[in-house]
Structure formats: C-alpha cells, structure tokens
C-alpha cells in the first residue's frame, strides 16, 4: 500500500467510499476532456475503482491513489500508476478544476515519482498526453520529464483519431536534479 502525506495533501489508495467524490469532477466536461473515464454515473466510478489493482507494483496493472486536501479533507483529484514492468511504469493524474493553479499537482506528482523511483526502484516513468493539454504539457515539463515522442493520429479517444505525446523520465535524472544526460558512446 502506498501512502504519501505532503506538507499540503495526503495521498492513499482509493476506495469505494470515494466514488461520489470522484465521479463530482471526473464528470465535469472540462475535466474529463483529456481522459479516458468519462463517467455517466457513480456506478461508472464503482466500476472504475474495482478494476485498480489493491497490492502495489503488480505488472500489467493499475494503481490508483486519491489525493486530499489535509485541512479540508477533502478529495481534490487522483493519481493512477501503470506498472508496465518490473522497471517502468506510467501516471496519469486528474485535479478537479476548482484547485488547479495552486501547486497541487506538482506537490502530489512529485512525491508519487519520488516514492516510484527511489522506494520501488522503478528505472522510467511515463506519461502520455493530448498535444492540446497545455497545462499537463507544463506540469510534467516542470517535473524534469522530457518529450521522447509525438505519435501522429495513433489513438482512437471519443471516436477520433489523436495524436499522443510521451514523456519521460529516468531515475538517474530524477536523482540529478531533472535533468537529461544523453550518452551517445
């Protein structure tokens, strides 16, 4: 089990109980513009949250954590972990419109990366994005992610052709501050 507390938030796996929170923002059309659960009811969450694996660093899975605001209490978004291998995983992250532009994001992404590259040892961690998600486009940038690819009309989201781009990070960039090293020997 993963569980995360920031100065500001605090992370945990996600449960049922957390369903009516989710599907509160995760229904909203500007937030659900980029993602692949576009939930038409609460029973659509339920479903969503019983598919995500319960044990932690299970190839082929995902994990899904809730993030809380400590003061409030209450849920602000959600960050899902692909374990693709035993070396690499991919996030996703979704903040609820009304506490985006306070940091939130970066606050909870960068202890999840931490956690993923020096607790579970994880070598590389991905991210796919819309081209036309300016704001995760930054938000990943700023978290010393670099673009490796723009892939032209290769999947198919809400009945159309989209282009995907892929970020990514090495865990001995992330330990370096963020920054690239390309060796070419």
């Known amino acids: 089990m993963i569980e995360i507390i920031t100065g500001r938030l605090h992370l945990r796996p996600v449960s049922i109980d957390d369903k009516d929170s989710m599907y509160s ?16 009811s609460v029973e659509d969450v339920a479903e969503f949250i019983g598919k995500t694996s319960v044990e ?24 899902g972990i692909h374990f693709l291998d035993n070396s690499q995983v991919e996030i ?20 999840v990366i931490d956690y993923l590259l020096n607790n579970l040892n994880k070598h590389r961690i991905i991210a796919s994005i819309d081209p036309t998600n300016e704001k995760s486009i930054r938000l990943i940038e700023r978290l010393g992610f670099s673009k490796e690819a723009h892939f032209v009309e290769s999947l ?3 009945g159309k052709w989209v282009d995907e781009l892929v970020y990514a990070i090495l865990a001995r960039e992330w330990n370096n501050g963020g920054e690239r090293v390309l060796n070419f020997n």
Do not use: C, M
């Open 25 to 40: 923002y995760r229904a909203d059309p500007e937030t659900n513009k980029y993602l692949s659960l576009i939930p038409k």
């Open 56 to 79: 932690v660093d299970v190839p082929g899975t995902w994990y899904q954590l809730v993030i809380i605001q400590k003061d409030s209490g209450v849920l602000i978004g959600d960050i």
């Open 92 to 111: 996703g992250y979704t903040l609820d419109k009304q506490f985006r532009g306070k940091g939130y994001g970066t606050e909870a992404l960068r202890k």
């Open 156 to 158: 198919i989201f809400q």
